[in-house]
């Protein structure tokens, strides 16, 4: 066991003042048996010397003479003394020598551990070269990291031929549905460790409420949120109106978010394919997303296009960032409907100019050449305005029923493509019959033919009766592979939390993180392993300021992941998608155990991650 070195600071109004370091306090482990008959002498002056808290990894004491605390980092060890003098030189550090003397020999024994990961391959998060080291966790924290570390430990883990890794942090889930899912066994079992709720606009708006409910029903992963835009403008305009708010309901916005930030939201979230989103004027959301900048939160962004338009919609993005000052995020970047693919150098070339000028701009990625959302985005906005009953309305009156039929089929071909074939129905629940087909298939099931025509009466009947989710297979895998390398670029799944065997939804909820390791790190050498967990650990942590998270570092709190590069996989696909990923060790939250062997433990130690940004 290497030596601690005992830093002794004298501490005023509970803020250490003072700090020398003591080289003839360094204890070697044989060291600690001599003198405690000595000590024994000294009982009277310490009178009731109580403790609480384990001061081999840290905690308070309290004594006749005040507190002090031990702890550690790096290796060296402090204790801070309450009323208690530290001088240069002579002897009057007996003062307390005592007491310090003490606490000096339960610093040097030896560390005792709740895990210790040994001889594994730490990609620390950093994007450094992975290195092999053992890894102590005690109380939640990483203890320690080193070459064989000493102590006991109640759990061991040889991971020697594994990676071990900092907890991957999804950065755009739409999991607001976890306090029915809490163990959220689709995003652990692929090494998810952290989920981003309040993606594309829509969030619970009552964040201190919500944390409060999540914290009482116990859930798997630990929680983040952002406040969605569309949500604060369905509540404070009443619907998806198609105008701009009055200075009063705009203030109303402001406020709203305000709130949610002071409860601990890391930024607001737009989706400006949605209803109320698509509404917005871009005026209106630089408003709005004023309200973040006191906090340091980020602007998220499903824009306005991702196919044709994408250069204005970033555009837009970068004019929102840029005026409110904010950071910002691009999400799900892609490029959708092969009229659009192959302008990634373009975008991507934008958002370095972006950069270049001083806007603080990054974007995350799913690892499929698919996308999924609800099929009624196929549907113009104008029709959809007002709901379901509108919506019908309008279906109903022939010469706005013929619009909208056109519309659609104009958007078809400015796509690129022939039909609707490239969408597939994910779940549809007044028909489960029809899910997992696409369009064209399900026009024949349901209308005899599979021509355009039918496939559209099809997708408006479906969105009269309340919608449907679908997968959309509109991207080119070249595409996705240019986004993925750059170094800006968060692998996040754009996913909820699966109700396993329920309808047919996109494979990224099961196998997301597992594909970036497995098919883009093993298989196709797109990614180096330090640069893949790189974009899921400490980019996402630094980016969302998820504090003491995201690195494989002693004091980070002990969300760990240990794989098998060699077989983790993607077992999900897009027919057959509620098969969870596999090759995954050992997932800790918190320094506790959610998979072991890839199958969940059915713990519950997540907590609610509050931002905590400047105000």
Not at 95 to 110: N, T, Y
Not at 333 to 361: F, H, M, N, P, Y
Not at 399 to 414: D, G, T
Not at 463 to 472: E, I, K, L, M, R
Request: hydrophobic share 40%; with cysteine.
């Amino acid at each position: 066991m290497k030596e601690a070195e005992l830093s002794v600071s004298s501490v005023e109004g509970g803020r250490a003042s003072g700090s020398e370091r003591s080289s003839f306090l360094n204890f070697k482990r044989g060291f600690i048996k001599i003198g405690l008959g000595w000590l024994g002498g000294m009982q009277t002056w310490l009178g009731d010397l109580e403790t609480s808290g384990d001061w081999t990894g840290g905690g308070a004491y309290p004594t006749t003479a005040g507190e002090g605390t031990c702890s550690t980092s790096g290796g060296k060890w402090e204790v801070a003394l309450r009323d208690g003098i530290w001088h240069k030189g002579g002897v009057r550090y007996l003062i307390r020598s005592s007491l310090i003397l003490l606490v000096s020999l339960h610093c040097v024994v030896a560390a005792d551990f709740d895990w210790l990961i040994k001889g594994g391959r730490i990609a620390d998060g950093t994007g450094n070269p992975a290195y092999f080291a053992d890894v102590g966790i005690k109380d939640g924290r990483i203890l320690a990291i080193g070459k064989e570390l000493k102590g006991e430990a109640k759990q061991v883990l040889e991971a020697k031929g594994l990676v071990v890794a900092p907890g991957f942090i999804d950065v755009h889930t739409h999991a607001e549905g976890i306090e029915k899912q809490p163990l959220s066994e689709n995003f652990v079992r692929m090494g998810v460790t952290t989920l981003v709720l309040g993606n594309c606009g829509g969030s619970r708006i009552d964040v201190a409420k919500y944390f409060k409910e999540l914290e009482d029903v116990l859930v798997s992963p630990n929680v983040a949120t952002l406040i969605g835009h569309g949500t604060v403008r369905g509540q404070v305009m009443g619907g998806s109106f198609k105008r701009p708010p009055t200075a009063a309901e705009l203030a109303k916005m402001k406020a709203l978010v305000t709130k949610a930030m002071e409860e601990g939201a890391v930024g607001l979230s737009t989706g400006l394919i949605y209803l109320p989103g698509t509404f917005s004027e871009t005026e209106e959301l630089v408003e709005v997303t004023k309200a973040i900048a006191p906090f340091d939160g980020i602007y998220v962004s499903h824009m306005r296009s991702e196919s044709g338009d994408i250069l204005k919609a970033l555009d837009e993005l970068f004019r929102i960032a840029r005026e409110a000052g904010v950071r910002a995020e691009i999400s799900h970047i892609k490029l959708a409907g092969k009229s659009a693919w192959g302008q990634t150098d373009k975008v991507l070339a934008a958002i370095e100019t972006a950069r270049a000028e001083g806007l603080d701009i990054t974007q995350d990625q799913y690892m499929y050449p698919a996308s999924s959302t609800g099929l009624s985005s196929r549907v113009p906005e104008w029709a959809r305005e007002g709901g379901d009953e509108k919506f019908r309305e309008r279906l109903a009156v022939p010469e706005l029923r013929a619009k909208i039929v056109k519309e659609i089929q104009e958007s078809v071909v400015k796509s690129g493509n022939e039909d609707l074939s490239y969408v597939f129905i994910a779940e549809y629940r007044k028909n489960k019959k029809l899910n997992g087909l696409n369009l064209a298939q399900a026009a024949q099931a349901a209308k005899g033919n599979t021509s355009l025509d039918a496939q559209i009466d099809l997708l408006l009947e479906i969105t009269a009766n309340g919608g449907a989710s679908g997968v959309f297979h509109s991207m080119s895998e070249e595409d996705l592979r240019k986004y993925l390398v750059h170094p800006n670029t968060m692998i996040a799944s754009d996913s909820g939390v699966r109700v396993f065997g329920e309808g047919v939804p996109h494979p990224r909820g099961y196998g997301n993180s597992a594909r970036a390791l497995g098919e883009y790190v093993r298989e196709q050498k797109i990614l180096r392993l330090e640069d893949a967990v790189r974009r899921m650990t400490s980019l996402p942590a630094t980016t969302f300021q998820l504090k003491e998270r995201g690195l494989i570092r002693e004091g980070m709190k002990a969300d760990v992941v240990v794989f098998d590069l060699a077989k983790v996989q993607d077992n999900a696909t897009f027919t057959e998608p509620h098969q969870y990923a596999t090759g995954f060790k050992l997932v800790l939250v918190n320094g506790e155990a959610v998979v072991k062997d890839d199958h969940h433990t059915q713990a519950r130690p997540g907590k609610m991650l509050r931002h905590e940004g400047k105000k």
